[in-house]
């Protein structure tokens, strides 16, 4: 394995894809713009506009903010691989030691084995977590970016001017 720095090549380029999709995540993300009124609207024509234009902005992206809004919270990796990774350490070392006369020692690199076997899967997992994670974001903003330009074109076609 290649290592660059003290991360190996394969964390790297991990690292550097949860970078880009950050970097690209925080210049998608959407908040509500905000409409104000360019023809002397009264606020009650521009609630009415307000509605229509959600609504017609919902039924052409097939996005609905309250959906996405309510959307589960990101996964969480497992925790405990290492654990079960020292106890079924543990058990094989001491009957490979029981073979070899000393089940104690045996059990004792077993588990020592097995601890360091259960960090690497729970790295693994974690990352795998974090990757989903970034791809959900991802993807909520990009929704809720095209529900908000529909929005703002359809308030910017009854005449208001939005930011």
């Known amino acids: 394995m ?38 002397g609207q009264s606020s009650q024509q521009q609630a009415s506009d307000d509605g229509a234009c959600m609504g017609w902005s919902k039924q052409q992206t097939g996005v609905d903010p309250a959906q996405v809004a309510a959307a589960p919270p990101p996964k969480q990796a497992p925790a405990g691989q290492r654990v079960a990774g020292a106890a079924g350490g543990a058990a094989m070392g001491a009957v490979a030691g029981a073979i070899g006369g000393d089940a104690g020692k045996g059990a004792a690199a077993g588990a020592a084995v097995g601890t360091m076997a259960g960090g690497m899967e729970h790295r693994q997992q974690r990352r795998q977590t974090e990757a989903y994670n970034a791809q959900v974001t991802a993807g909520k903003q990009q929704a809720m970016g095209a529900y908000w330009q529909a929005w703002r074109a359809c308030m910017t076609g009854k005449g208001y001017t939005v930011q």
């Open 2 to 39: 290649k290592h660059v720095g003290f991360l190996s090549t394969g964390m790297a380029r991990a690292a550097s894809l949860a970078l880009t999709v950050g970097i690209a995540g925080a210049a998608q993300a959407q908040t509500q713009p905000v409409a104000y009124p360019a023809k």
